[in-house]
């Protein structure tokens, strides 16, 4: 049975006034079982996860606003049972409905999760701010709008989507039937990976280069843009790589 707060949690609230800005911190913990799912939707600031050895997630959002008033409708929403833990940032509406964006009362939330390095991140977007995950072995899914993704220390199946901003890829192991998506609009695409990968890959980008010569392949320049479609090793696992305005380069780590 899933519920806005479980036993456990731990909530440490701190307000303080620095340049006209309030700031509030709220920190969580939530038991969860191998290979529990997390999802977290965020606007307006970052996202840093990092995998670990332990059975918990573990999460601190420092939240700030420029007035108290909105600070106190800035909401972290959670919903967690053991194998799903969902986050989610509610900031408050103006009148006419839309967000209190651009104004000297906006907000953001800025997130740091350690999670169980098997866990699966079904849904981690942010808009406004940069997505980092380190040492997560399961699925990984990520989105921004502007801002960057980085993701290390990746062994499964990963997807990643960014608009207005770069994406980092870098493997501990590719092979077998995973599955790597990476697109990007206004934005490179660097996917580093180790020297006995598996894979078929196909890269496109529309105004950009492609590199691929640490493992002997070429692009062809076509009517518009450029493409590489080729095998490195067995060919096992399946690498889809799609940019707009941005190169796209795959390296040996």
Avoid: C
């Amino acid at each position: 049975m899933r519920t806005g707060v479980v036993a456990g949690v731990a909530l440490l609230l701190i307000s303080t006034a620095v340049n006209a800005a309030v700031k509030e911190t709220e920190e969580m913990t939530f038991e969860v079982t191998p290979g529990a799912r997390i999802s977290l939707e965020n606007i307006n600031g970052d996202i840093r996860i990092t995998g670990g050895s332990t059975n918990e997630v573990q999460m601190t959002a420092y939240k700030k606003a420029g007035k108290q008033e909105y600070l106190d409708e800035l909401k972290i929403v959670v919903s967690a049972d053991p194998d799903y833990v969902r986050i989610e940032t509610r900031h408050p509406k103006s009148e006419g409905g839309w967000f209190k964006w651009g104004n000297d009362s906006s907000g953001s939330v800025s997130y740091v999760l350690e999670v169980p390095a098997d866990v699966d991140l079904d849904t981690i977007t942010t808009v406004n701010g940069d997505v980092e995950i380190t040492a997560v072995n399961g699925v990984v899914k990520g989105e921004t709008v502007n801002g960057s993704l980085k993701a290390i220390g990746l062994e499964g199946n990963v997807d990643l989507e960014t608009v207005n901003g770069s994406i980092v890829a870098e493997f501990d192991f590719l092979g077998g039937d995973q599955r790597v998506s990476a697109d990007a609009v206004n934005g490179k695409i660097i996917l580093r990976v180790p020297a006995d990968v598996s894979a078929r890959v196909n890269a496109e980008t529309v105004n950009g280069s492609i590199n691929a010569d640490d493992f002997g392949l070429e692009p062809e320049k076509g009517f518009v843009g450029r493409d590489l479609s080729g095998t490195i090793g067995s060919g096992d696992a399946k690498i889809s790589l799609d940019t707009v305005n941005g190169s796209i380069r795959i390296e040996q780590k």
